[in-house]
């Protein structure tokens, strides 16, 4: 609790420029690239607020040597970057454009019986990996094409990636803070010390 009253006392002058950035990530690919998942509808407010809880979290977690704060970093790096990827990844396999109006509709992973009986041979095309044809043929009826849990499970995967994503780089973030302000903390206390003696 005293790193955390102490992240509070140092708030403005040594972290506020910084976390407030990563805050707005989300809020800026979302205006600007429109790369955020289509599923839920409030998807970048959901992950930002998982991002604070995220920078919260991380005054509770003591590191004691710059050895395992590189050791941890490098495992969260890696870990966003391959969530950074799937998350593209997915994107590009399973996100469509409903021409109408502009609503981005998320596949399935598995073809529902008609279009796999029907669709998918008179297109010509291989189930589950079908084009946009088959989606114009079922009126953009998503779950007509592909099985209502397949896309559900899609959506999951598709908000889990990008929300982690997010969070774990604020978590690298946060404990690269938190260690240096501990010890700031711990040096500030050894030269009192020091000039006490």
Request: aromatic share 18%; with cysteine; net charge positive.
């Amino acid at each position: 609790m005293n790193d955390l009253k102490s992240f509070f006392e140092e708030f403005d002058r040594h972290t506020l420029f910084v976390i407030l950035p990563m805050l707005a990530i989300p809020f800026i690919l979302d205006k600007i690239f429109s790369l955020q998942p289509p599923w839920p509808r409030g998807s970048t407010y959901i992950t930002t607020f998982l991002e604070l809880a995220a920078i919260f979290v991380c005054y509770f977690i003591p590191i004691k040597s710059r050895r395992t704060l590189l050791r941890i970093q490098f495992g969260l790096f890696g870990t966003a970057t391959f969530l950074f990827v799937a998350y593209f990844v997915l994107y590009s396999m399973f996100v469509f454009t409903n021409p109408f109006n502009g609503d981005a509709l998320i596949a399935g992973y598995e073809c529902t019986e008609e279009a796999q009986r029907f669709v998918a041979p008179l297109l010509n095309q291989q189930c589950p990996f079908l084009t946009e044809e088959a989606l114009a043929a079922a009126q953009y009826e998503v779950e007509q094409v592909w099985t209502p849990v397949s896309v559900r499970v899609t959506e999951i995967m598709m908000f889990l990636s990008w929300s982690m994503f997010f969070i774990v780089t604020t978590f690298l973030f946060g404990l690269s803070v938190a260690f240096m302000q501990r010890n700031r903390k711990l040096d500030s206390r050894s030269r009192t010390r020091n000039r006490r003696r």
